[in-house]
């Protein structure tokens, strides 16, 4: 928690929340004022990289991509529904 998010093309916010379930581990990213202070929710299929030094997650996605996904859904982000549509939309983003 507390690590900088950088999408491929720059910073997008910085961890608030993070599981570590198999099959299931995402971070929740609260942006800040990018996205007027919104969070997103990220499955962890899409981090690149941890740089404990830095204190960085990168992710390997655009600032745009990450602001177009389905919006967090704050009571129902642990509901199987939410996170098969969230996979469904990074799944199809992929490199």
Known sequence: MGYHVQAT????????EATY???ESYI???T???????KVMLPAQVVTRI???ERDVHVARTKAE???APEFDEG???EIEYRT???DYYGRHSG
């Open 85 to 87: 549509r969230l996979g």
């Open 28 to 30: 929740i990213v609260d």
């Open 21 to 23: 379930e198999v099959g």
């Open 66 to 68: 990450i602001k177009d």
């Open 9 to 16: 093309d720059g910073k997008i916010g910085s961890v608030d």
């Open 76 to 78: 129902g982000y642990k």
């Open 32 to 38: 800040g004022p990018w996205i007027f202070g919104k």
């Open 51 to 53: 740089d404990p030094q």
